[in-house]
């Protein structure tokens, strides 16, 4: 299951995915910004709206996994199960994503193209512009 930072996490934006790569974008309004992405790598199965609110993740239940499996051929290293309120009411929507891997990282300074990886303790280690060029950061200090 995914464990998010504190903050405000509740829209969401798929803002890229090239058939491989997934990038959910997160914020507590993404008309301005995003504070966070969570991204998944080598994605195999993907069924989820691409604007939602306010996910509710949670393991996969067995039927979900069968059914990834089914789709896939194996059961891929990486299930996240999450719901989100359907746009018209009703039952929630269950959403799934299999992939090789997934990370969460904070979307710092992404107006400059820069990304985030975080360390074994939460805070941001490097951050790299388009470029091959690496700013070492300390933590709460955006990249320049």
């Given at each position: 299951m995914i464990e998010l930072p504190e903050g405000s996490w509740w829209d969401w934006d798929a803002?890229?995915?090239?058939g491989s790569e997934l990038r959910l974008a997160a914020g507590h309004d993404?008309?301005?910004h995003h504070g966070l992405e969570v991204v998944f790598t080598d994605v195999a199965y993907l069924a989820c709206p691409t604007q939602f609110q306010d996910p509710r993740f949670r393991e996969p239940t067995p039927d979900e996994r069968a059914l990834v499996h089914r789709h896939v051929g194996e059961e891929p290293p990486v299930i996240v199960?999450?719901?989100?309120?359907?746009?018209?009411?009703?039952d929630p929507l269950t959403c799934l994503v299999a992939a090789r891997a997934v990370e969460v990282v904070p979307?710092?300074?992404?107006?400059?193209?820069?990304?985030?990886s975080l360390r074994e303790n939460g805070w941001p280690r490097t951050c790299g512009r388009r470029s091959s060029r690496k700013v070492r950061t300390s933590p709460g200090r955006a990249c320049y």
């Open positions: 803002l890229h995915f090239d993404l008309t301005y199960a999450f719901d989100v309120d359907a746009p018209a009411g009703g979307a710092w300074s992404t107006a400059t193209g820069a990304t985030t």
